[in-house]
């Protein structure tokens, strides 16, 4: 199984930057669908990044 370097830097970057987004998602004057947004850009660019794999890559 191949891991995309793509992968490997969204997951540094959410690493690196996992207690300012806490604060942001946890403030109270927060919209209760911001949760969601992130996580539906994380399915849409693991999606998109897969679609580029070759079927044996997959």
Not at 13 to 35: G, M
């Amino acid at each position: 199984m191949l891991i995309h370097s793509s992968l490997i830097l969204l997951f540094t970057v959410f690493f690196l930057f996992t207690p300012s987004l806490e604060q942001w998602l946890l403030n109270d004057s927060v919209a209760w669908y911001r949760p969601h947004l992130i996580w539906l850009a994380v399915v849409v660019f693991v999606y998109i990044s897969q679609q580029d794999a070759a079927p044996d890559e997959r």
